[in-house]
């Protein structure tokens, strides 16, 4: 595949945008190469600027469940910018997605809109300590939260990708307030906690985690973690940017059957717009201003577009529920054909899988927390795999730490394809 015209796009966005991008992620620079730069998409394909038709596995790192300029949420933004594309007034839109949000997720009573997964997380531990009044958070080795400098601990997804887990920037004022625990230890969170008595605001977790590959929870962590919450007047923050409206309408909460107190969203909930959110019961978000004293704001928050995109989003997926089962068969399908293919390749490896979440890391051992999953990255086998698979016309996120994530306009022909793929990069590890 040729990918001339990417790299020439790419030279010039370098001399006027940091890095020729916008986001780290995007840039190729964990497996190396010019990042590909896309003229459109449509369904699961992507169409680059050079005229190559790529299978996606990112789908904008997760909103695109549906795939590609998913007709009606098309026909929504077309239909919404007519009538204008930004009020700063309310809107009757904001309340229709907002209680359709309510109606799918556990547990929740109210939400407020923001516009992005950082903001959402970022006020969803203001929210925490202001409505706690104590300081310090636990967050997980390994797990990306968004950019805001409390996360910038040990984080995940780019972070880490760069080499920059604890960014500069961040001061020692804020780093002392966040504490680091080690996903899937409940040991070690007790600890922290007994350390830490009465000062513990909340523990921030992404429930299946997706930023350092796809990780499960073990059995009984994530109730452990609702318990050690409840007997220390803690607050547990389910961050569902990725899971939220992915693994089951109800995201983790309903699939693991554990209750968060806050939850976040982002990524499906906009429908590829940006649209982040934070919810709760209505005694914690009654903390929030202008009902309480925690302040959070946004020019764009609930911006008529991306309530348009989201909620044509969310009303699809609310009426047609089996598309999380489809989803979850297609991604089991892709996994043991994957598995096939590295056994009979003899390719150490592990994939990690819940719903249409998967990872795979070239490593005998099992990828449980941060640790692991940097042993399998730093072989450097994945990004040989990344770029056979590439040149293949498979899209793959380009980094060891991130998850794969499938939509549900995939065919079993393009999973038979991608197998194939990996077959012939595989004589290659
Ligand atoms: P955004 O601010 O990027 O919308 O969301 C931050 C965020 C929060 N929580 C979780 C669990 C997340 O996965 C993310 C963002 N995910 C990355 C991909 N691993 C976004 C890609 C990027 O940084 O460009």
Not at 6 to 30: D, H, M, T, W, Y
Not at 68 to 76: G, K, M, R
Not at 178 to 189: C, E, P, W
């Amino acid at each position: 595949m040729i990918y001339k015209r990417s790299s020439a796009l790419f030279a010039e966005a370098q001399k006027v945008i940091p890095g020729g991008v916008n986001s780290p992620v995007r840039a190729f620079k964990a497996v190396g190469g010019d990042p590909i730069f896309v003229k459109n998409a449509n369904g699961a394909y992507l169409y680059d600027e050079d005229g190559n038709q790529l299978i996606d596995y990112i789908n904008s790192w997760g909103p695109m469940i549906l795939g590609h300029a998913f007709q009606p949420v098309v026909d929504a933004v077309i239909d919404k910018a007519r009538k204008g594309t930004s009020f700063g007034m309310p809107t009757e839109i904001e309340t229709k997605i907002a209680e359709l949000a309510v109606k799918m997720v556990p547990n929740i009573d109210m939400i407020r809109f923001v516009n992005s997964g950082t903001e959402a997380c970022m006020s969803a531990v203001r929210l925490a300590r202001g409505y706690t009044g104590k300081d310090k958070i636990i967050k997980f080795a390994g797990c990306y939260h968004g950019h805001s400098d409390s996360f910038l601990i040990q984080a995940g997804s780019g972070a880490v990708t760069f080499g920059s887990p604890n960014s500069p920037g961040v001061t020692s004022g804020t780093a002392k307030d966040t504490l680091l625990a080690t996903y899937n230890d409940l040991n070690n969170v007790a600890e922290i906690i007994s350390n830490n008595e009465n000062k513990v605001a909340c523990i921030i977790i992404e429930p299946v985690a997706g930023n350092m590959g796809c990780i499960t929870p073990k059995d009984g962590f994530l109730q452990g973690l609702r318990d050690l919450c409840d007997a220390n007047n803690i607050l547990l923050i389910f961050d569902e940017v990725m899971t939220g409206f992915r693994l089951s309408a109800g995201g983790v909460q309903e699939l693991y059957g554990v209750r968060a107190d806050i939850v976040t969203f982002g990524k499906v909930i906009g429908g590829g717009l940006p649209v982040g959110a934070f919810a709760a019961k209505k005694e914690i978000m009654s903390s929030l201003a202008p009902l309480g004293p925690v302040y959070q704001a946004g020019t764009l928050s609930g911006n008529p577009l991306a309530m348009a995109a989201g909620l044509a989003m969310l009303e699809y997926l609310d009426k047609n529920p089996q598309v999380f089962e489809s989803l979850s068969d297609k991604t089991a399908y892709l996994h043991k054909g994957l598995k096939e293919v590295f056994v009979a390749n003899k390719v150490a490896h592990t994939i990690n899988r819940v719903g249409s979440m998967i990872s795979v890391h070239f490593s005998e051992t099992p990828v449980i927390d941060f640790k692991t999953a940097a042993n399998a990255a730093e072989k450097g086998t994945f990004n040989t795999f990344f770029h056979s698979m590439l040149s293949q016309g498979i899209y793959l996120a380009p980094s060891a730490y991130e998850t794969w994530f499938l939509c549900d306009a995939l065919s079993y022909e393009d999973l038979d394809k991608t197998i194939a793929a990996a077959a012939v990069a595989s004589k290659n590890l």
